[in-house]
């Protein structure tokens, strides 16, 4: 597995640059948000960029998000809909903001501003952009890395076990994108993903709705559009199915884009 230590943001940005046209695939740090009919990567704009956030909702974004040590519960605060004791404090809020906009590649004020909040409020990946502290309380900062864990196998079998609502008539479809996305990962980490249509499997596939069962559950369409779990979890991967899911359409959320974000988590990366 050492070809995984590559830069996963590099590796992301080479792949997705190979499938789709640039305003398509922009990563976080891009200043600039598509028309909202466009295709949406796993961290490019949604449909409420022009809205705003309160420091409550930020605080829960940046909870979630990882930018806080506080230890919280992903169902108490999914939808913007956390407790106030899970709130940070004026100290608090200030750091995790500037960790945020440190991470987004955007000015370091420290507070949140409209460009912070711009883009807090762009559809994204559902997984960390930082992982809690170390046992010594040091925070990892290093910024693409491994999770912790890695796949022992060279071949990875996979299987989707729920197809999105939407294509229900058209699995085809579906299998194909989701085959493409794994054969990009393969030719860079010199693995063998194989599907299968029975028995037990490495990756696990879903589209869901809301509440499913993992304790992340998905808050409706825009916001997050899916998340994976590394190999220790099994590298299960789900979609949010109240997305408007689209196959290289030019609108709605493109599966392919998503599906090689997700599954680089899978295989054990971390933004």
């Known amino acids: 597995m050492t070809n995984l230590k590559l830069n996963y943001f590099a590796i992301s940005i080479i792949l997705l640059s190979s499938i789709c046209d640039d305003s398509h695939s922009r990563p976080i740090s891009s200043p600039e948000v598509p028309n909202k009919q466009q295709k949406r990567s796993p961290d490019s704009a949604g449909n409420n960029d022009s809205a705003a956030l309160d420091k409550n909702a930020a605080s829960q974004?940046?909870?979630?998000?990882?930018?806080?040590?506080?230890?919280?519960?992903?169902?108490?605060?999914?939808?913007?809909?956390?407790?106030?004791?899970?709130?940070?404090?004026?100290?608090?809020?200030?750091?995790?903001?500037?960790?945020?906009?440190?991470?987004?590649?955007?000015?370091?004020?420290?507070?949140?501003?409209?460009?912070?909040?711009?883009?807090?409020?762009?559809?994204?990946?559902?997984?960390?952009?930082?992982?809690l502290s170390n046992e010594d309380g040091a925070r990892r900062r290093k910024r693409f890395a491994f999770m912790g864990s890695t796949w022992k196998q060279k071949t990875i079998t996979y299987k989707i076990f729920r197809y999105p609502v939407k294509y229900l008539d058209k699995k085809s479809v579906v299998d194909q994108q989701i085959a493409k996305a794994f054969a990009h990962w393969s030719r860079v980490a010199n693995l063998n993903f194989v599907p299968k249509r029975s028995g037990k499997v490495h990756i696990e596939i879903r589209f869901l709705r809301g509440e499913h069962g993992d304790g992340d559950p998905f808050d409706g369409p825009s916001g997050t559009l899916a998340h994976a779990f590394e190999p220790a979890g099994r590298g299960t991967t789900h979609f949010d199915d109240t997305e408007n899911w689209s196959t290289n359409t030019g609108y709605g959320v493109d599966i392919l884009q998503v599906a090689v974000h997700e599954f680089g988590h899978a295989l054990g990366l971390s933004h």
Do not use: H
Request: proline share 1%; aromatic share 10%.
């Open 61 to 131: 974004y940046l909870l979630r998000f990882g930018y806080s040590d506080k230890k919280i519960n992903l169902k108490q605060i999914s939808g913007m809909s956390a407790m106030k004791e899970n709130l940070l404090n004026g100290n608090e809020f200030k750091s995790a903001i500037s960790e945020f906009q440190e991470f987004a590649g955007i000015p370091q004020t420290g507070r949140l501003d409209s460009i912070t909040q711009k883009y807090m409020l762009k559809s994204r990946c559902g997984t960390r952009d930082k992982r």
